[in-house]
């Protein structure tokens, strides 16, 4: 796991904002921050961030390691980049029609397709958050979805929390059993090949009826053991069911009596 905010918070900001000083004469420079992060971007991607180094990006471009550290000064200011620019592939839900509950459901998918084409956001713990232009104006957009419904600040700010975090919570579910196959280098078909036989030897179905009735109907529905995105899905909708009776009870109690 790696932790945002952890590096130099004056050259993160700068980085983050591009206002970092630039050389005012001399040659233009080989390399440029934005160079250095799609790179890093891209790395990420194919690896993840424990296999992401200076190092790694200055072979992947062809220059001296020395020379990423003048653009950028450590890997705790690198990721807080990659981040924030991850955060701009993200579409506003302005445009979506039917009100709050679309809105909400928009941005909950976004962040699920996100995680999945960059799973190393999951690596990042953001209790300090790198206060970049995408993370700031993606918050500014979510608080939008909700305003004017009759919700307190802080409980615009608790819904927000809750759907993004479901769906952060759901794409690691997903993501991880993605990679369990090219990790163990065993599909979900072979384990359960392997284990079913076994299992049916020790497992007596009349001890656990409930249990071997749905986990029978479950995993024949999902496939598998588990379903991530009929998780995400049913437990996304069932969150707005929430917000929604939260909404009613807010207008409810702020309708003039008679």
Same mark, same amino acid.
């Given at each position: 796991?790696e932790y945002?905010?952890?590096?130099d918070?004056?050259r993160?900001?700068?980085?983050?904002?591009?206002?970092?000083e630039?050389?005012r004469? =001399?040659?233009? @420079? /080989? %390399?440029?921050?934005?160079?250095i992060?799609t790179?890093?971007?891209e790395?990420a991607d194919?690896?993840?961030?424990?296999?992401?180094s200076?190092?790694?990006?200055?072979?992947?471009?062809?220059v001296a390691?020395?020379?990423?550290?003048t653009?950028?000064?450590?890997?705790?200011?690198l990721?807080?980049?990659?981040?924030?620019?991850?955060l701009g592939?993200?579409a506003?839900?302005d445009?979506?029609?039917g =009100?709050?509950? @679309? /809105? %909400?459901?928009?941005?909950a998918?976004?962040?699920?397709?996100?995680?999945?084409?960059h799973?190393?956001l999951l690596?990042?713990?953001t209790?300090?958050?790198?206060m970049?232009?995408n993370l700031?104006g993606?918050?500014?957009?979510?608080?939008?979805?909700?305003d004017?419904?009759?919700l307190t600040?802080?409980?615009?700010?608790?819904?927000?929390?809750l759907v993004t975090?479901?769906?952060?919570?759901?794409a690691?579910v997903?993501?991880?059993?993605?990679?369990?196959?090219?990790r163990?280098g065993?599909?979900?078909?072979?384990?359960?090949?392997?284990?079913?036989?076994?299992?049916?030897?020790?497992?007596?179905p009349?001890?656990?009826?409930?249990g071997?009735?749905?986990?029978?109907?479950?995993?024949?529905?999902?496939?598998g053991?588990?379903g991530p995105e009929h998780?995400?899905e049913?437990?996304?909708?069932r969150?707005l069911?929430g917000?929604a009776?939260?909404?009613?009870?807010?207008?409810?109690?702020q309708?003039?009596?008679?």
């Open positions: 796991m945002s905010g952890t590096g918070p004056k993160s900001l700068e980085l983050l904002w591009g206002v970092q630039r050389p004469r =001399g040659p233009k @420079p /080989k %390399l440029t921050v934005d160079r992060i790179t890093a971007i790395l194919a690896a993840d961030l424990e296999a992401l200076m190092r790694r990006i200055a072979e992947e471009l062809g390691t020395m020379s990423i550290y653009y950028v000064p450590s890997k705790a200011e990721i807080d980049v990659m981040m924030d620019r991850a592939e993200l506003p839900p445009d979506v029609p =009100g709050w509950r @679309p /809105k %909400l459901a928009h941005i998918r976004q962040n699920w397709d996100l995680y999945h084409r799973p190393w690596q990042i713990s209790s300090r958050p790198p970049g232009p700031i993606k918050y500014e957009y979510e608080l939008r979805a909700v004017g419904l009759g600040d802080v409980e615009m700010d608790s819904v927000i929390s975090g479901h769906a952060q919570s759901s690691r997903s993501v991880n059993a993605a990679q369990a196959e090219r163990t065993m599909t979900d078909e072979e384990w359960w090949e392997a284990t079913g036989p076994v299992l049916g030897e020790v497992l007596e009349d001890a656990y009826p409930l071997s009735r749905v986990g029978t109907a479950a995993s024949q529905a999902y496939g053991a588990i998780a995400f049913f437990g996304l909708e969150i069911d917000i009776a939260l909404i009613t009870a807010r207008t409810a109690t309708a003039p009596s008679n």
